[in-house]
Structure formats: C-alpha cells, structure tokens
C-alpha cells in the first residue's frame, strides 16, 4: 500500500507564490510518474503537471511558465511551485502518483489540498 500525503496549499493574493508538496510512502514499490492533478467547482479534475521516472515533465498550457514541477528522488517526493498564481488557479489540488508494485501498475491519490487565489 502507498499513502500519498500533500502539503502546501492556502489562500494567495493573485500574483502570489505556493508551492505544493506531496510525499510518496510505503515499501516495495517503484515510481512510474508524480504529478497534480485540480478540480474546480462545477469543472472535471485536470491534469496541471506531470513528472515521469526519465525527468520529462508535461504541463498544462494555462500554467506553462508559472508552475514548475519537480520530484525528490531520494524522499518519494513531488513538489510544484506555483507563480504568478491567478483566480483561475483556484481548485483542489491532488497529487498523483503511478507506482511499480512486482511488475503491475497501481495509481494513488492524495487527500486533497485547497488553493484559493483572491483578485
């Protein structure tokens, strides 16, 4: 079993600065890919980041060049660094996470962390 447990969110005035972060725990497993996922009111969950094993990251086009994703190897760790944060960023964030358990694919979810922008 894999806890996936965030940290990091709050409120910002727009322009402001938060970084997420979002540690993988557990034993036995490998990571495939760690990312952030958000869900606005009234609006589906949508990717924002994503970190696979070989470094590449993907990111949503509203948060390309703001957001910045980022992992810690060694501590299981994702981070996002969210800038210039805007209203439209509000949402819950959760964290993302494909591990590697004896050769079969397992995908986890954070709790849930709340981002609210104020203009």
């Known amino acids: 079993q894999v806890q996936l447990v965030e940290s990091g969110g709050g409120l910002v005035q727009a322009g402001g600065s938060l970084r997420l972060s979002c540690a993988a725990s557990?034993?036995?497993?490998?990571?495939?890919?760690m990312g952030w996922y958000r869900q606005a009111p009234g609006k589906q969950r949508e990717l924002v980041a994503v970190e696979i094993s070989d470094g590449t990251t993907n990111y949503i086009n509203s948060v390309k060049g703001r957001f910045t994703i980022s992992r810690d190897n060694a501590l299981n760790t994702v981070y996002l660094q969210m800038n210039s944060l805007k209203p439209e960023d509000t949402a819950v964030y959760y964290c993302?996470?494909?591990?590697?358990?004896?050769?079969?694919?397992?995908?986890?979810w954070g709790q849930g962390t709340q981002v609210t922008v104020s203009s």
């Open positions: 993302n996470a494909i591990v590697v358990v004896s050769g079969t694919s397992f995908r986890y």
């Open positions: 557990g034993s036995g497993f490998s990571i495939a890919s």
